[in-house]
Structure formats: C-alpha cells, structure tokens
C-alpha cells in the first residue's frame, strides 16, 4: 500500500475533483495497483542519464512581433456558461 | 463494389473523368451511415448539410474544367477532439458536450483547401484517454468485424468508419498507439507520424509532447495523400517541425529491395498472443521474399516504456486538464456556493472515472516528494528508449512488430482492470516515447479477426514507412481486404 485513502483526499482536492466516498475508495484501490507497476522504473539505475522532456531538437521558437488579428470577444464568449458586459460571470470568490 | 468501399484515390480517378460526382458519393456515404450507424456507432456527431454542400461545390469547380486535388469531394471523419469551427467538438467528455468552437485546427484548414467532405465527428475514449472507446461518456462504439467486440481506441470511431463505410478516410490522434492499435482491431491502415510534422494547433491536448494526428485509410496510398495534405510546419504550433516535406506518394514504387529491418525480440515474446506472433512471423517471410533483409534485434529497455508513458502522459494530462473548470465553455455545475465549489463539482460531474484517475496519478507524479522518483525518473528512461531506437536504426531502416497483443477483444473485457487495459498499449507507446513515426497495416487474422503488423520508422522516415508498407500491400501475399460486413 503505497497511497492511503486520506492521501487520495488531499490528491482529489489539489486536481479540484470532489470524490464520493466510495469513488475514493475505489481510486485508492486502483491507483494503488498502478503504483505498484510503476515501481518498476525504480529498478533502473539512471544517476549519468539525461531526462527528455521533448524529443525535437528544437529551442527558443520565435516568431516576428508583428500585430495580428486574434479572436473577436463575442466569439471568445459565445462558450460561456455565464457572462455579463462582455465578461466571463463567475460565482463569487470570498 | 459501392462507392463507399471505394478508396480516396479511386473515387478520385472517377471524379476526374467525370464517372461520378461528388454529391453521389457523398450521397452514398450517408446512406450507408443511415444503414449501419445503429450497430456501430462511431459518431457523435454528423454534418450531412454541410458536406453535401461542400461536395456540390467540388462539383461545380470539375465542371468549371478546375484542376482538382486528390481529396477533392472525399469523405473524411474527423476524431472528435480536433476543433471544428461551428461544429459541435465534445472529446467524448461530458465536460465539453456543448463546446462549439470558434476555430478550425490547422489539419481541418488543409483539408478545406484540399477540399474535401467532413462527415461527422467520430466517437472516442474519452480525452483520447483509453484504448477501447468504453470511456466515452456517450456510448461504445462497436467493432464492424464483431460488433460484439470493440474497434480498439482512443480513436475507435474513425477506425470503425473507415472500415465500416461510413466514411473513406479520416483523422485520429494517437498518443500511445490511438490511431495503431484502433487500424489493427478494424482491419485498415493507421499512421502515427513523427512528433512535431503534423500541426497540433487546434487538436485538444492529451499529453502534448506525444499527440500526434494522423491518417486513418484502407490502403497505403490514401494514407500517403492524406498525409500529404495535413503535414508540414505550422507557425501556429511552437513544436511544428520546420521542415519542408516531401511529396509521400513517390515513395510508392514497390521496390524494397536491400531494405534493412530489424524484428525487435522483447516485442515478440511473454504477452504476446502466440498467433499473433504468428502472423507477424509469416509477415517476415513476406518481406524476405520481396528482397528485404530482415533479422531480430534488441531494445533492451522496453518493459520500462509503459510505466514511463504513464506517469509522462498523466503528468502532462493533469495540467493539459487543469483548463476545464467550467469558466469560459462547456458544462458548469450552477448550484455552486461560490467558485472553489463550482470548480470541484463542475469536474467532478464533467470527468468520467478513468480521466479522474489519470489527472490524479499526473499530480501525484509532479507533486513535492515524488518528482524526482517518479516524473524525473520517467524522463530519463524516455531518454533510454529513444536511445535504444537510435542504436537499432544505425543498423536498420525500419522495424517491425505487432501492433497489440492480440485481436480485438470483447466489450467489457478489460474495463474494470485499469493496467490491464494499459497492456494493450505496449507495443506502441514507446514509439510515442521516442517521437517517431510507425504504422499499422493489415497483417493477417487470428480466429477471423483482423490483426495489425507494426513498421517503425526513424524520425522524419515516413517515406521509407510508406514505401515498405505499399510494397506488402500490392503483394497481395496476407493482404487484409475489407470484410464488406453485413450489418
């Protein structure tokens, strides 16, 4: 057992998910048999290797800072599922 | 044969000699939709008005004495992640069955200057996170060769299009073997191209350093033109290749004669369903006979490639996912007290079990105290697993697998055993790893079930790809035809 349902709590919180008990439960579960998988990668010395988060060789991409048309704010808002004076409508904050 | 059997370049050879018209084919799609869709099911969405008109005005520019281009007037299903301008783009998630966008991805751009015919949008796992299609939050689509079992997925509703006839070709996305593993369940040729030549502008992002988009055909040479069409740099996507590419249908001569290939031993061993093997073996012989010289070699860290791929794509997919909260488009929980509670319940009600799942292993991954064990150790084996492939490539040209462990299984199989459902990924996604290109072609059967054969190319090496692959399929030797299911 590597993760603890409280754990899995704290996890559900951070990724803004609200698990039912008995999602949590059965997430830990699952989650738990991934992990043990997982620690395969551990068996693997790598202390002279390099990570590659990207496998182009590509840096530093640039275009010309020129003005260029962009989407127009009724189309921007045509998703929201709320808006108001040309903004997006939220429930409050505080 | 019907029309809608037909490839892109037959229609297309019709069409300029004025044998047929666009609308008739369009026309002959959507009859074929109406007649089949209710046992298959690979859309969630269809644009018959739209497409007619389209096809009218392919119409119009042949009458007119217009020079056409090979995908003019041909139906294409385009995967329903990729954004379609005033075309309803739902990813299979509940989270966006409302979400209507205001852009076209650059793929859908080119294939309107092609002009060609979007039928639908197809059915999928859902945020392309499954290899089954039973994550969709809508429905399950099923395999045309037995609607019993499952066409394999993410992209498991373009591939049963194709294969079905409800449409000619079209577009999956392929993030561990999306578009590979789907074509080998469906019996029809998928490619995954290398990362960065086809533009991910507008396709909605899974694990952004693996997706790729790609053709979904029934033979190499519908592959190769719709190939031609989607690829080359775009501006829009800061991991395009800056690359011209070439023309792919030259490389569809027949010859491959000299070819080297290599048959990597860890993809052939425990896990593998032994007539697959099989099938893949006799393959060889096919390729031997035609002049290639093929031997085994090694990629001596692949079991490492599957728990790498998923803590790298969940990573990734945890923050890729942070964007749905339910502010700026698709589903929002209204009942919320304030905006912490509307994010935690718009996602809760909007994601379904497995892409919770994935979003939760992501952040444990990148979280304070595991970074370094698990998302900085993915990252090292993934520079191991390239480093395997380029040393196998200093010897061959291409390489060659299978595409999944066995045939396509039953719904209900695997979909309460997450890792099992994972294995069946484990011929691909180190190829996704790597970045490189590989396509699926139809190999053979195993119990009446079509089964895919895998060509791995070096990066940018789709040509060779394309030229091995076509070189199989016109020899005719275990070429997979289409059932022409009665369904």
């Known amino acids: 057992m590597k993760i603890t349902e409280q754990a899995v709590e704290q996890l559900a919180l951070l990724s803004r998910l609200d698990l039912t008990a008995e999602d949590q439960t059965a997430h830990t579960k699952s989650i738990n048999v991934i992990l043990d998988y997982l620690d395969l990668l551990n068996k693997l010395d790598t202390s002279n290797v390099e990570p590659a988060a990207h496998v182009l060789p590509l840096k530093n991409v640039f275009r010309e800072d020129r003005l260029q048309p962009s989407l127009a704010k009724e189309l921007a808002l045509a998703n929201a599922p709320e808006e108001e004076a040309g903004a997006f409508k939220v429930p409050r904050i505080f | 044969m019907e029309l809608y059997y037909l490839t892109a370049h037959q229609l297309h050879d019709m069409l300029i000699k004025k044998e047929i018209s666009a609308e008739e084919i ?35 520019s042949i009458a007119a004495g217009e020079k056409i281009s090979p995908l003019a007037g041909i139906p294409i299903a385009i995967k329903d992640n990729m954004c379609t301008a005033g075309v309803r783009t739902t990813c299979a998630s509940k989270i966006l069955y409302n979400f209507v966008p205001p852009y076209n991805a650059t793929v859908i751009e080119r294939l309107n200057e092609a002009l060609s015919v979007m039928t639908g949008k197809t059915n999928m796992d859902e945020f392309a996170m499954g290899s089954s299609t039973e994550n969709s939050a809508f429905f399950t689509t099923c395999n045309p060769w037995d609607t019993d079992r499952v066409p ?133 012989k096919v390729f031997s006979g035609l002049g290639a010289q093929v031997e085994e070699t090694s990629l001596p860290h692949s079991e490492y490639a599957l728990p790498a791929y998923y803590l790298l794509a969940t990573a990734e997919a945890s923050s890729n996912l942070a964007r749905y909260d339910g502010v700026r488009y698709g589903y929002r929980y209204k009942e919320a007290e304030d905006i912490v509670d509307m994010f935690m319940k718009t996602r809760s009600e909007g994601f379904g079990a497995e892409v919770k799942r994935r979003i939760m292993l992501g952040t444990y991954a990148l979280s304070a105290g595991y970074y370094d064990a698990f998302y900085n150790q993915a990252l090292k084996v993934r520079t191991l697993i390239k480093g395997d492939f380029d040393q196998a490539f200093e010897k061959y040209d291409l390489l060659l697998s299978p595409v999944a462990p066995g045939p396509a299984f039953k719904r209900g199989e695997k979909i309460a055993d997450p890792l099992q459902m994972y294995m069946v990924d484990i011929c691909t996604l180190s190829i996704n790893l790597a970045g490189i290109p590989a396509i699926s072609l139809p190999g053979g059967f195993v119990n009446k079930l079509p089964v895919g054969l895998q060509l791995i190319g070096k990066p940018f090496g789709e040509g060779d790809i394309l030229r091995a692959a076509y070189a199989f399929e016109q020899s005719g030797a275990r070429c997979c035809k289409l059932n022409l299911l009665q369904v």
């Open chain 2, 26 to 60: 369009t026309r002959a799609v959507f009859g074929r939709i109406e007649a089949v869709e209710d046992k298959i099911r690979a859309y969630v969405t269809l644009t018959r008005e739209t497409a007619e008109r389209q096809a009218r005005e392919v119409d119009k």
């Open chain 2, 152 to 284: 394999g997925g993410s992209s498991g509703g373009s591939a049963a299009a194709v294969a079905a006839g409800e449409t000619i070709v079209a577009l999956g996305s392929d993030t561990g073997g999306s578009i590979r593993q789907p074509a080998s369940y469906c019996g029809v040729v998928g490619l995954k191209p290398t990362y960065g030549s086809v533009s991910r502008f507008g396709l909605v992002a899974y694990a952004s350093s693996l997706d790729q988009i790609g053709p979904i055909t029934r033979d190499v040479t519908d592959c190769a033109l719709v190939f031609n069409a989607i690829s080359g740099h775009d501006p829009q996507d800061s991991t395009s290749a800056p690359y011209d590419q070439p023309d792919y249908t030259s490389y569809l001569t027949g010859d491959i004669k000299g070819l080297k290939i290599g048959v990597p031993k860890e993809y052939m061993g425990e896990g593998i369903d032994p007539a697959v093997r099989e099938v893949i073996r006799e393959t060889v």
